[in-house]
């Protein structure tokens, strides 16, 4: 059974800085590519970004360009994002999702970690 | 960007009507096309992939269609599990984006 388990989320300052874990299990993890998709409080998904299985290419929304970074360890089948100059747009339950293998489409969820951004 | 867009925002329907939900690339995508189903306080679940095709597990009365711009999803006889919010995706180019999604309200 396919599990992606997220965690890093909390209450952070504005211009802070927080990184989100994501542990999968129950598939060939360095397999597949993963990525992050977010959904603001009511609102709909936005993806956010993705990486490679292999780490050697990244890709990132305009909206969190140079202030996230997504990396992958492979040895220990996680996911990270590590988020900086956080903004209260950035508030939002962050879904770590496993890219099926055509490329593009998420077939598993986690169930979200929620980051709030307030002072 | 490629921007989708989703139509209605929200439908009114009964269990055991059939459904049918609309989404719009602002540019060719082909067939590279999802469809999810989230219900509240749930995350989303792949339904389509390729336009047409259903994920594991995914009942038979949901069937995608369509290619290139106009794309469509449709329940053929609405169960009470399905009232949720439907969303579409391309995987077509970068960034990945998703319509605004479709409310399935009783």
């Known amino acids: 059974e396919v599990q992606l388990l997220e965690s890093g989320g909390g209450l952070v300052q504005p211009g802070g800085s927080l990184r989100l874990s994501c542990v999968a299990s129950g598939f060939n993890y360095g397999g597949y590519a993963m990525a992050w998709v977010r959904q603001a409080p009511g609102k709909g998904l936005e993806w956010v970004s993705s990486?490679?299985?292999?780490?050697?290419?990244?890709y990132y929304s305009d909206s969190v360009k140079g202030r996230f970074t997504i990396s992958r360890d492979n040895s220990k089948t996680t996911v990270y994002l590590q988020m900086s100059s956080l903004r209260a747009e950035d508030t939002a339950l962050y879904y770590c999702a496993k890219t099926s293998g055509r490329g593009g489409d998420f077939d598993y969820w986690g169930q979200g970690t929620l980051v709030t951004v307030s002072s | 960007e490629i921007v989708m867009t989703q139509s209605p925002a929200t439908l009114s329907v009964s269990p055991g009507e059939r459904v049918t939900l609309s989404c719009r690339a602002s540019q060719s995508v082909s067939s590279n096309l999802a469809w999810y189903q989230q219900k509240p306080g749930q995350a989303p679940r792949l339904l389509i992939y390729?336009?047409?095709d259903r994920a594991t597990g995914i009942p038979a009365r949901f069937s995608g269609s369509g290619s290139g711009t106009d794309f469509t999803l449709t329940i053929s006889s609405l169960e009470p599990e399905d009232f949720a919010v439907y969303y579409c995706q391309q995987r077509s180019n970068w960034p990945r984006t998703f319509g605004q999604g479709t409310k399935l309200e009783i």
């Open positions: 390729d336009a047409s």
């Open positions: 990486i490679s299985m292999s780490a050697d290419a990244t």
